[in-house]
């Protein structure tokens, strides 16, 4: 299962919907994009070690970018950046997806939702 970073953010922010998401996922995988996406909203170095531990106690993977990864989301780029406004990050995240054969949850189907073969499980906070 890939986590994607708004369900993790709303895990920290206390919503239980996504706390019962991620703990009866583990263990999960995280994309480095989403990885990098979680930190970028953190405000302390206690909240950065806090992420950290969490994730070591999971036994949560971050899938790094590698060269299969990075094809994908170039060739996802090309074909959906005009017609549908697809985002770099979306890109890797997807690809990463794909890549792994996980399914990925999600609050923001719409940014994958026109990909062909990603499995997408739509997760909503209310």
């Known amino acids: 299962m890939l986590i994607d970073s708004d369900v ?5 922010r ?13 263990p999960f995988k995280l994309s ?13 170095k206690e909240e950065l070690n806090k992420l950290k531990k969490d994730l070591k106690q999971w036994s949560a993977e971050i ?3 590698n060269e299969a990864i990075s094809k994908k989301a170039i060739n996802l780029m090309e074909e959906y950046k005009l017609s549908h406004g697809l985002e770099l990050g979306d890109a890797i995240i997807a690809s990463t997806a794909l890549e792994y054969d ?3 949850i ?20 209310s």
């Open 8 to 12: 993790m953010i709303w895990f920290y």
């Open 14 to 26: 206390g919503k239980e919907r996504a706390q019962k998401t991620i703990f009866q996922n583990i």
């Open 32 to 44: 480095a994009v989403s990885y990098m996406e979680i930190i970028q909203g953190v405000r302390n």
């Open 63 to 65: 899938i790094q970018i």
């Open 102 to 104: 996980e399914p990925l």
């Open 106 to 125: 999600t609050g923001n189907t719409k940014h994958y939702e026109y990909i062909p073969d990603i499995k997408i499980l739509s997760f909503k906070i």
